[in-house]
Each structure stands twice: as C-alpha cells, then as structure tokens.
C-alpha cells in the first residue's frame, strides 16, 4: 500500500547542532516530496520540497536529501535555533493529475537552548 | 498569516450532532484542501476542490461531505458526530491544484465531540 512514514518521533538537539529528520516512503511512483513545519496552534507551512528526479535541495539553513533507492528522505536543517521546535512532516504527491498530497505522522523537534 | 481563513477556531458539540465548517482560500486560488489531524496523528487527507468540482477523494467517510461554491470558499460538513471524529480540521489552498504547487494551511477548527 502506499504510505509515508517518519522513523523517530521525537527528536532533542542541542540549539547549534544541526538536526536530521528523517522519512520513509513506500509509493514509487510519487513524484514530489516536501516537508513542512507545524508549529504550535498554527497549521502547516512549506518549507522545502523536492522532485524524483533530483537527489539534494538546499535552502535557507535546510537541505532535502532523497534517496530513491532505499525510499528515503530526510530534512537536514544546520545551527538549529529555537525557532525550528516544531512538527515536522515529510509528504508526498503523485506524480499525474490533480494534487492528493500524503502527510507522514509527523516528528516533533525539541530544541535544547 | 497564509490568507486562509477558518471559521470557527473552536468547536465544541455533541455526538449525534451535525456542524460545518468554513474555509476561504487565499486570494486567487482556486483549490481547496480539507485534512483531519488527529491527536498524535498526521494529517489525513479528506478531500480536494478545484473551482466548484470535486478532484481527490481520501478516506473521508460518507458521514462527511464537502463542497466548494463560485466564490470560492469551501465548507465541511460533518454529521452524526461521534467522539472520534474530535480533531484538529484543516483547510489548505493553492492556485490550480496541480502537482508542484506549495499548499497554504489555515489556522485550524478545532472540533470537540462530547
């Protein structure tokens, strides 16, 4: 079946350090990745995403990995800021017609000061 | 702010009890995506409306039902509520609805059955 999944669902770092999340899937036929952030009372927000056809992304302070071969893909974000606790989600999407975007269970980043 | 608009914030009901839920999209999309987030729950996707016509169904059960209207705005409409339906509900909006395009999330009903 289809399915996007997160390993950990907790993650403590130190505020500094930077911070790795990762995520699993099982549709090879998704053809676009992303992550978002959900922090407290609020609802989700973009924040990088990534198409099959590529392996890295980077953005500001964050970096998509993806693997194809394994089904993986992590969310790298460098010198971790208190700001960055939250909810993260990786999420998939199919890659014909309209959007049916899949969410992940979600791993909560603690963000030690 | 996303410029998506939720109404209400809070709901608070009984079981056996129908509500609907409001969502205005972000100025110039014209889909709209409704999730239900439960507690300790990803967000499960409900269903997605693209100018007024259904284009993606979820897991969303015949208890619930959507629609879009020409100005654009959306409504949820639970009924025969029963507690596990308590939930954080979200609407989301982009412009065509097609594959690529960033998703904007509202703030969030959240619905209490008790």
């Known amino acids: 079946g289809e399915s996007v999944g997160l390993h950990l669902p907790t993650l403590s770092v130190q505020e500094g350090d930077n911070s790795i999340i990762n995520c699993a899937y099982s549709n090879s036929a998704s053809d676009y990745f992303i992550w978002y952030k959900q922090e407290s009372g609020k609802g989700p927000q973009f924040i990088i995403d990534?198409?099959?056809?590529?392996d890295k992304r980077q953005g500001q302070r964050v970096t998509v990995l993806l693997n194809k071969t394994v089904k993986h893909l992590s969310l790298q974000i460098a010198a971790t800021q208190p700001g960055d606790s939250a909810v993260y989600f990786c999420a998939e999407n199919r890659a014909a017609g309209y959007q049916k975007v899949t969410f992940g269970t979600g791993t909560k980043l603690q963000v030690i000061p | 702010d996303s410029g998506v608009t939720q109404t209400p914030k809070h709901l608070i009901t009984a079981t056996g009890q129908r509500v609907t839920l409001r969502c205005s999209p972000r100025?110039?999309?014209?889909?709209v995506y409704w999730y239900q987030q439960s507690l300790d729950q990803g967000l499960q996707f409900l269903i997605h409306?693209?100018?007024?016509?259904?284009?993606a169904k979820g897991n969303i059960l015949e208890r619930f039902s959507a629609q879009q209207f020409p100005d654009l705005h959306s409504e949820l409409n639970l009924s025969s509520l029963e507690l596990g339906d308590s939930a954080l509900y979200f609407c989301?909006?982009?412009?065509?609805?097609?594959?690529?395009?960033?998703?904007?999330f509202g703030s969030g009903t959240q619905l209490s059955v008790l």
């Open positions: 989301a909006s982009s412009g065509q609805g097609v594959v690529g395009e960033k998703l904007f």
């Open positions: 100025s110039g999309d014209l889909s």
């Open positions: 990534i198409r099959s056809n590529m």
């Open positions: 409306y693209y100018n007024g016509e259904e284009r």
